[in-house]
């Protein structure tokens, strides 16, 4: 194996690393996706037999907000594990070498996908969220509404270009069988 590659792999935990980080963000945030829309439904069905126990307005907003980073989080995850959306129908009859380069164009334009999540996602996030308030939450900004498509894109970018690095790999480094 080249040494070049022998030097890139050593940053594999911090790709890892990442992973794991963001992975048990969507967890911490399916938590309490599930805790407040329980708390919701019961204080919906049972607000009004039991007086304290009630439906607090903010709890829509929250668990929108908490399934918006969810989804493009998870979305992140699933390049790191090749297992986003991706036409492969025609894959066994594609030559290994160009079918490598197709996947290299294909992540070379998710990545691109990530730094436009990551930079005009930030400038709306800090312009236009940084502006507004959610209606039942007054105290919080929207900021926190838009700060997934950035944190995402940020996570995208890392995920790519280790598949970038992967695939490049495979044209230098013999596959194991």
Known sequence: MPKFFETMDKIKPAYDWTYKIVLIICKLLLIADILITSYAVAGRLLGPYIPFLTDPAWTEEVVLTCMSYMAVLSAALSIRRGAHIRMTAFDRYIPKTALRIL???????????????????????????????????????????????????????????????????????????
């Open 103 to 177: 996947d290299i164009i294909a992540d070379i334009a998710v990545l691109a996908l990530g730094f436009i999540m990551l930079f005009v996602g930030w400038r709306y996030t800090s312009t236009l969220g940084s502006r507004g308030f959610y209606v039942s939450l007054p105290w919080l900004s929207r900021f926190w509404m838009y700060f997934p498509v950035p944190l995402a894109g940020f996570a995208m970018v890392i995920f790519e270009l280790e598949a970038i690095y992967n695939h490049v790999k495979l044209f230098f480094v013999k596959e194991d069988k």
